[in-house]
C-alpha cells in the first residue's frame, strides 16, 4: 500500500516557477515508476510526467518539455516537480501517482493523491 500526499501548488504569474513534491508512505516506494498528471476545469485528466523506479528515465508530455522536471528523492520517498516559465494553461489540479514497475503515459495508476491547485495568471 502506498499513500499519496501532494504540497506545493498555489497562485504564480506566467513566467514564474512552482516546485510540487509528492511524499509517499510505504514501504514499496522504491519498487514505484512514479508520475504527475493534471486536470483543468471542464477537461479530462491528462499525463504531465513520469520517472522510473530508478530515477534513470523520464518523459514528459510534449506540453511541458523544456519546461517541467521530475525527479525523486527515494531516501525521502519523496517525488517532486519543478515548473518553469509557467503559461495560464498550466492552470490545473496536479495528482501525484504511483504505479508499480515500468513508467507509463495512460491515465491509470495503482495509487493516486489528493491533488494540489496550480493557477498561473496571465
Known amino acids: 500500500q502506498v499513500q499519496l500526499v501532494e504540497s506545493g501548488g498555489g497562485l504564480v504569474q506566467a513566467g514564474g516557477s512552482l516546485r510540487l513534491s509528492c511524499a509517499a508512505s510505504g514501504r514499496t516506494f522504491s519498487s514505484h515508476a512514479m508520475g504527475w498528471f493534471r486536470q483543468a476545469p471542464g477537461k479530462e485528466r491528462e499525463f504531465v510526467a513520469t520517472i522510473s523506479w530508478s530515477g534513470s528515465n523520464t518523459y514528459y508530455a510534449d506540453s511541458v518539455l523544456g519546461r517541467f522536471t521530475i525527479s525523486r528523492d527515494d531516501d525521502k520517498n519523496t517525488v517532486y516537480l519543478q515548473m518553469n516559465s509557467l503559461k495560464p494553461e498550466d492552470t490545473a489540479v496536479y495528482y501525484c501517482?504511483?504505479?508499480?514497475?515500468?513508467?507509463?503515459?495512460?491515465?491509470?495508476?495503482?495509487?493516486w493523491g489528493q491533488g494540489t491547485q496550480v493557477t498561473v495568471s496571465s
Open positions: 501517482a504511483a504505479k508499480y514497475g515500468s513508467m507509463w503515459f495512460s491515465v491509470s495508476a495503482d495509487y
